[in-house]
Nanobody, 125 residues
């Protein structure tokens, strides 16, 4: 059974940093591209980062580029999202997702095969 478990969310002041993690089990992690999405109350979910199977290639939307960094450790079956210069509008539930193909830049939610339960990130002003 595939499981993706996010951790590391919490409350941080604007301008601060936070790193969230996603530990995967039940799959051959290195064969999956990974992504992070977020959903704020009353808003559609938003793709915030993607990383290729090898970890060499990454993708970000303009809203987070230069502030967020996605990385992975295939030996630990874990993907990370380092978030710097956080803003109140970054407040959301953050989800990690896995996809069998290597289309790491895709922001289409329905193309991802597995999802975690999410971790809350709250940025105070």
């Amino acid at each position: 059974q595939v499981q993706l478990a996010e951790s590391g969310g919490g409350l941080v002041q604007a301008g601060g940093s936070l790193r969230v993690s996603c530990a995967a089990s039940g799959l051959t992690f290195s064969r999956y591209a990974m992504g992070w999405f977020r959903q704020a109350p009353g808003k559609d979910d938003e793709f915030v980062a993607g990383i290729s199977r090898s970890g060499i290639s990454t993708s970000y939307p303009d809203s987070v580029r230069g502030r967020f960094t996605i990385s992975r450790d295939n030996a630990k079956n874990t993907v990370y999202l380092q978030m710097n210069s956080l803003k109140p509008e970054d407040t959301a539930v953050y989800y990690c997702a896995a996809r069998r193909d290597n289309s790491y830049s895709s922001n289409r939610r329905n193309e991802y095969d597995y999802w975690g339960q999410g971790t809350q990130v709250t940025v105070s002003s």
